[in-house]
């Protein structure tokens, strides 16, 4: 029988839990064309939201573009993954698709290639100029917004990678277009770094500073996610605890990625046998064994101060209590040290801080961390 967990892809239906608050939300943003910027941690689920957000909108007679921008090395890649995003929202014959391409595109020609995984698919004809190009992939989302009358909701997915290029050539121009399109376009722009997509837009200096409204995702409720994990298993024919699917629950901190992932691991062992709690340690135990050569990696790399101060948040875990005399003692450490070490480690985003309290992002490189 099939896993009824799913990690480490979109998830969407029944395997998708709750999130209708976001959905409202971001559903009603779009249809009232307005820009927003959404980040969070890696794998809080912004891929799996967003496309559940454009399926919603899409029956409102929105035109969802989604771009992923991950793959994105220099400026030319964002305007051909930019160009295909919008030819892959267009129906019909690929002659047609052209066709109807060449009416959005002015400078950029459409054409047939064959992509990395063997597939035809519609690309564009790259032109010399990068201003050129831009100004032309931005601008066609506003004239196919005019040709079928319809709003446009363009999603730059893993946005970040924009601001890791050597020119802000894109932010510039973008920024431009952007303000231009006003209400019949709406923009969402999506990263996981969390640190570096707040800088893009929270700094004056940078061209997105004040361009929509910042929406950061967070956990999803432990009440939410027991019942998502008992409806889970249940879809097997296997019956959970309450209490078990809830421990479940608190080992993954409320995390979706590592309820999902545990919960999948719990399932595993759970055929023809009673859940207990034995089990959720079993799973655990299986699962940190199978990212054992990752997290070593890991740990490899890190300086001895970040190790410490890795090991002092896993042991300690509150602000205050890191900066205490008795901690800084035990691993002879100074404040100033530590100080740095933590600035270091969020911006490897190995850490964050919530509530004015620092945490490990990974929540498995955790539980890994404390048993070594
Ligand atoms: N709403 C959700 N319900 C259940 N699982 C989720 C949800 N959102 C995310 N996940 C889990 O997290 C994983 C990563 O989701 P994804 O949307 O790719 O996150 P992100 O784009 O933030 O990195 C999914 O494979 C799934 O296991
Ligand atoms: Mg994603």
Known sequence: MQNPFVYGQEVFGEIFCNRTKEIKELVSDITSGQNVIIYSPRRYGKTSLIKEVLKKTEKEGVIGIYVDLYAVLKEEDF???????????????MERIISNLKDIFRSLRPKIVINSQGETEIGVDLVKDTNIMIEDVGNAVQRYSDKYKKQVAVVFDEFQQIGLLKTDKIEKRLRGIVQTHGRKVSYIFMGSKKHMIYD???????????????????????????????????????SIPEDIARKIVDIAECHPYYVQHLGSSVWKLAEHKRIDEKTVEDALTLTLAEEKSAYSNIWDELSLNHKKVLKMLVESGQENKIYSIENLQKFNLTASVVQKTIKSLLLKELIDKSNGTYDINDVFFKQWLLRI
């Open 79 to 93: 305007v051909s993954i930019y160009a295909a995003a919008i030819s892959k929202t267009l129906s019909g014959s």
């Open 200 to 238: 893009m837009f929270s700094n004056p200096n940078r061209p997105f500073y004040k361009i929509g409204r910042h929406y950061p995702i967070g956990k999803i409720s432990a009440e939410k996610l027991t019942f998502f994990v008992i409806e889970r298993f249940k879809s097997t024919g296997i």
